[in-house]
């Protein structure tokens, strides 16, 4: 199985991203996909982050300029954060990574 790219934006780059991403992560193991790379960055940053780590998914807590990420599948992730809806945001990620394969 490949390994899937993940880049998670917030509006620092530390806190909610981070919490995203670990949240993330679990649940797509627990959705048979156990192999994912995150890298995490600031929601100012995305648009250069995204070019340079080519991510098959971006998750955000934060806005970001989704139109100038239109060749990138966005997914709004504030349930990672406060848990409502998580399991519902995790199978759609997941579903949209195994249809890549």
Same mark, same amino acid.
């Given at each position: 199985?490949? @390994? &899937? =790219?993940? $880049? ?7 806190? @909610? ?8 992560? =679990? $649940? ?13 960055? +600031? ?29 990138? +599948?966005? &997914?709004?992730? %504030?349930?990672?954060? @406060? ?5 519902? +945001? ?5 579903? &949209?990574? +195994?249809? %890549?394969?």
């Amino acid at each position: 199985m490949r @390994t &899937y =790219r993940i $880049l998670s934006a917030c509006g620092t780059g530390i806190a @909610t991203s981070t919490v995203a991403s670990e949240t993330c992560k =679990r $649940l797509l193991a627990e959705r048979g996909i156990p192999s994912v790379e995150i890298s995490e960055c +600031k929601a100012l940053e995305v648009v250069g982050r995204a070019e340079i780590f080519n991510p098959d998914v971006i998750i955000h807590t934060a806005e970001i300029p989704v139109n100038e990420l239109k060749e990138y +599948k966005t &997914y709004r992730t %504030l349930e990672f954060i @406060t848990g409502f809806g998580a399991e519902e +945001k995790a199978d759609e990620i997941a579903d &949209y990574l +195994k249809s %890549l394969e």
